[in-house]
């Protein structure tokens, strides 16, 4: 064998153990891949909850505003009864009472349309927290991703660990929408 295959082989083989050593962050970055692309689409389908629940309460204080127009007309043409003379006094004092139990039904109705509009908006507000989360975490992996691809060009481990370091936050973040309502 002569000296420059030698030197040829023993290059092959110094190179073959450096590529041996990034293999853990090539692995890191495939799991990383993953990461994102779950964090991604948990994050869009908590986006798309809360436009959801924003069309519902949208509709909830649609029929809330349509009941108050209701109870208002109920009102006026109650007090026109009552402040006009009518030629057959016991029949507007029984339309006036029919009006008054209808108010008077109106104004439970229009309590209770206002507490599922309002607790559709917490939804709202709830849905929107966590979608934030994934975001945040989506945003930190892919920037932990990128941080730890510069690895396998450098060949400078320091990047793999700071990769490793914003990855630790956007598992964190995507984590952390278990704990919210």
């Known amino acids: 064998m002569e000296a420059n295959e030698v030197q040829e082989l023993k290059e092959h083989a110094e190179h073959g153990a450096h590529e041996e050593s990034l ?16 964090t991604t689409v948990l994050g869009h389908r908590t986006h798309t ?9 949208t509709d909830q ?12 007309n109920t009102s ?23 009006y008054a139990d209808h108010q008077q039904k109106w104004n439970e109705d229009l309590s209770e349309e206002q507490e599922k509009a309002k607790d559709l908006e917490e939804k709202v507000e709830e849905a929107e927290a966590r979608a934030d989360r994934f975001d945040l975490g989506e945003a930190l992996l892919e920037i932990g991703l990128v941080i730890t691809s510069v690895t396998l ?16 936050g956007g ?7 278990v704990g919210l309502k």
């Open 153 to 168: 060009l450098t060949k400078n481990r320091i990047y793999w660990w700071f990769g490793m370091f914003f990855a630790l």
């Open 49 to 57: 909850q809360a436009v959801l629940f924003q069309n519902k309460a």
């Open 61 to 72: 204080w649609n029929e809330y505003q349509a009941k108050k127009i209701r109870s208002y």
């Open 23 to 38: 293999r853990p962050v090539a692995f890191t970055m495939s799991v990383l891949a993953v990461l994102v692309a779950i």
């Open 76 to 98: 006026l043409a109650g007090d026109m009864l009552n402040a006009i003379t009518v030629a057959d006094k016991d029949k507007a004092e029984k339309i006036a009472k029919g």
């Open 171 to 177: 598992i964190s973040s995507a984590v952390s929408v």
